[in-house]
């Protein structure tokens, strides 16, 4: 008698025909796995201080900057540059170009700082904030749009009035400001040097002499001045002469300039001053100008002024 028919066995799945096909697929994507886990790079790009964490496939600063979605304008600062290769776990730093519009004592010129405050970029424009005066508190912000930004140093300046000198240091936009911070009144006919709009700057000395009160003699004033000047200092009235030294148009030594009621130096003063101041010398000395003028003085008797040379 014939037994029973065994039941056919069942399939061993890794004995399937679709076993390698399975596995191959499997190696692969382990594979994947591991090579997209070792070219992706964690990477912590930092935006005017604000950090963000990007991941990227980029080699180079400038393709994770892209990847970040980070672009660059003109200006801008990147730390590591662009080109340079990137590695996982890296830091780049992008700091942002903001322009500013500096008005310095005065003079306005344009700018381009990455400061994100106003300390910062007086800083940046080697401007010590501690010395002036700002328009614009140290810890305010810089927008990224820009800014207009006012700075007053503060400068050293020197004051002759009569016996009177002394020294200021102040943050003053005119002369005028300068004298009034100082409580010096300007009575009627009293004349500046510089004159009283004027930016005093540092080192500016700042002169102020009283009133005309010694008349000139018309004939005195009808002599050829002009070509006096021209002939001691070729018409220019800041000359200089270090022989003597002499100061000025007429090249004046310091102690006749004083003996005609001239404070500072002759050289400081505007040409209408000079001469006023001149002519009393011509008439100090009664008309005895060959101590004064020894090569020159002839020519007040010219009935032109000489032509420049």
Known sequence: MRGKRRAPRPPIPWRSRWTP???????????????????VKEVVVVV?????????FAGTVGGVLGDAGVSLGVGDVVRPAGQEAVSDGATIEVH???????ILDGRTSHHLVTATNVADALAELDIVPAAGK?????????????????????????????????????????VRQVLRQK??????GYRVSPPLTSFPE????????????LPVDPEVMHLN?????????????????????????????LPMWEAVGGMGLPSAWPEDEQTYRAQLLFQHVQGRWQGQWP?????????TALAAP
């Open 225 to 253: 001045w002009a070509a006096l000047a021209e002939c001691e200092s070729n018409g220019d009235p800041q000359a200089y002469n270090p022989d003597g030294p002499y100061y000025g148009m007429y090249q004046f030594s």
């Open 202 to 213: 540092d080192g500016t000395v700042i002169t102020i002499m009283p009133p005309r009160a």
């Open 48 to 56: 005017d201080g604000r950090p963000l964490a990007v991941r990227s």
């Open 134 to 174: 700002l328009s614009a508190p140290p810890g305010d912000a810089v927008p990224l749009e820009g800014m207009s930004l006012t700075v007053y140093t503060r400068r050293k300046v020197y004051v002759v009035a009569g016996t009177t000198r002394f020294t200021s240091r102040t943050t003053a936009r005119t």
């Open 295 to 303: 090569n020159c003085g002839g020519h007040l008797f010219t009935r």
């Open 183 to 188: 409580r010096i009144p300007l009575g009627r």
């Open 21 to 39: 096909v399975v596995c191959l697929t499997g190696v692969v994507a382990l594979g994947a796995v591991a090579v997209v886990s070792f070219l």
């Open 96 to 102: 942002r170009a903001r322009p500013i519009t500096l």
